[in-house]
């Protein structure tokens, strides 16, 4: 598992049938203390990730191990979004929610 941002959309109107239905996004790879890396993937996303958002992608045989995508030619999947991030008793990085932003608890 890696940690990447989702920096864009792809749009395909042109692809393999078992793509249907799921959203391409452009992910930027990060080190593990959020600095980018200028490494770029197109990712299948099964978790609704957004722009912006840290992610957790998996690649290779890994990207298709849910029986959802057994049979989706994909080699790069978003399987989670990052909450928050810890490393050495440091806070790296904590999602802000929208209700957070909007007063709402």
């Not at 890696?2 to 799921?22: I, M, Q, W």
């Not at 996004?25 to 958002?53: M, R």
């Not at 490393?87 to 957070?100: A, R, S, V, Y």
Request: glycine content about 8%.
């Amino acid at each position: 598992m890696e940690l990447a941002r989702v920096e864009g959309h792809v749009v395909a109107t042109a692809k393999s049938n078992r793509l249907e239905g799921y959203k391409l996004l452009l992910v930027q790879l990060l080190e593990p203390d959020l600095s980018e890396t200028n490494k770029y993937f197109v990712a299948l996303d099964t978790v609704g990730a957004g722009e912006g958002e840290v992610v957790i992608i998996v690649r290779g045989s890994s990207a298709r191990q849910s029986e959802k995508l057994s049979n989706v030619p994909t080699d790069t999947s978003i399987v989670a979004i990052v909450d928050s991030l810890e490393m050495h008793g440091k806070i790296l990085f904590k999602k802000h929610h929208k209700e957070q932003k909007s007063g709402a608890k």
